[in-house]
């Protein structure tokens, strides 16, 4: 019995940290390259100087938003929206500068975390690694 429990045991964590390592890949959504760095003392990137600020910047699929979730974490996703991604609409943030919004389904994003708010997509933006190091914001896959 304690080799069948012990069996069990590694078993269950095995499964249990393989499933949270595992990243969702989003299907049919094009794997681009990017490498973006951004000083946020330039004034091209004076949004990003306040928490809660965002600005669009080119690279990715459809573009990238990048938003500062508090004094030292930056996110950024992918603004190609991940419902029909065939159709290559892309999201935009709304008028409550707190989601992105899908014009051809209506999707809504989160822009604190990319997650679906309202649907019809069932997967979440694709977020990129985003780090800051107090001066500059580095994006990338």
């Known amino acids: 019995m304690k080799r069948f429990l012990s069996s069990f ?11 949270c390592n595992q990243s969702e890949v989003i299907p049919s959504l094009p794997n681009v390259p ?3 760095r951004l ?6 990137n004076f949004d990003l100087g306040v ?6 910047v080119n690279g990715g699929s459809g573009g990238i938003v990048v938003y500062r979730l508090d004094e030292n974490t930056f996110k950024s996703y992918d603004r190609h929206c991940t419902y029909q991604p065939e159709n290559y609409c892309i999201v935009a943030v709304d008028s409550t500068n707190f989601a992105l919004e899908d014009p051809c389904s209506g999707s809504r ?7 679906v708010m309202n649907g019809p997509a069932s997967y979440p933006l694709l977020q990129y690694s ?3 190091d107090g001066v500059f914001v580095q994006i990338s896959n």
């Not at 928490?51 to 669009?56: M, R, S």
């Not at 994003?109 to 997650?115: K, Q, R, T, V």
């Open 9 to 19: 045991f590694i078993l269950f964590t095995t499964l249990f940290f393989n499933g």
């Open 34 to 36: 990017v490498n973006i």
């Open 39 to 44: 000083n946020i003392n330039n004034p091209s």
């Open 51 to 56: 928490i809660g600020g965002w600005q669009y």
């Open 109 to 115: 994003f989160a822009l604190s975390d990319g997650s």
């Open 130 to 132: 985003t780090t800051f």
